[in-house]
């Protein structure tokens, strides 16, 4: 099974209403589960494996502005993704979540794409830097993720997120602790501020933009 539907309702925090978060989460997250919940009891009956290939989203790996809806819901998608994996392994089903970057008609309202996408239905190319340096293309370019996935040669494939767009394959990292501190007996809030800029919080995370990359990446 591939769960592929989706919805935008695009509006930052202190516009978003009650009606904006729950058509996205409602659309993306709620119906990725009762799909994929559909088709794990129809595949273990079976006894046969099989495959689940849930959607994702780059804005569900990093966040993006104005995304609060969507970016938790691709977020809770690719956690019920690693989650299934583990819960449907000894039934043989793989659960991995792609992260495709697409023109489609609901990424052409993101106005940074906008003008790429109208050059693309004038019949001109993409340039490389958005094909090879942010990943984005065609849908096209995304398919053959999807039949890979679903074959024998990804059999041993489980609980991954995996990116593809444009000319670019990618695999996700999960998210894992990246630093730690100690302290004997435990932790006030002045120690954590005394050793935060020393020690675990030396060196933040990334707000906002993609980790630097090294050559090859």
């Not at 088709?39 to 290939?53: D, H, K, N, P, S």
Request: charged share 20%; glycine share 10%; with cysteine.
């Amino acid at each position: 099974m591939v769960t592929n539907a989706g919805i935008l309702r695009d509006r930052v925090l202190w516009k978003m209403s009650d009606d904006d978060f729950d058509a996205v989460v409602t659309t993306h997250l709620r119906a990725t589960f009762t799909c994929a919940r559909a088709a794990a009891v129809r595949m273990r009956e079976q006894g046969e494996g099989g495959r689940l290939i849930l959607v994702g989203s780059p804005a569900g790996q990093r966040g993006n502005f104005g995304q609060t809806n969507y970016a938790a819901a691709k977020a809770g998608i690719a956690a019920m993704a690693r989650t299934w994996s583990m819960e449907l392994a000894r039934a043989g089903i793989t659960v991995n979540a792609i992260v495709p970057v697409a023109a489609t008609a609901m990424t052409e309202t993101i106005p940074a794409f906008a003008p790429y996408v109208e050059a693309m239905r004038e019949g001109r190319p993409l340039p490389d830097f958005l094909r090879k340096g942010e990943g984005f293309g065609t849908a096209e370019d995304c398919a053959a993720l999807v039949p890979f996935l679903a074959s024998d040669a990804a059999a041993d494939v489980t609980g991954q997120c995996v990116g593809i767009g444009g000319d670019r394959l990618t695999l996700w990292s999960h998210p894992r602790e990246v630093s730690v501190a100690y302290a004997d007996g435990g932790w006030t809030p002045e120690s954590i501020a005394a050793v935060w800029h020393t020690s675990v919080g030396s060196v933040p995370e990334t707000v906002g933009i993609p980790a630097p990359q090294t050559p090859g990446e």
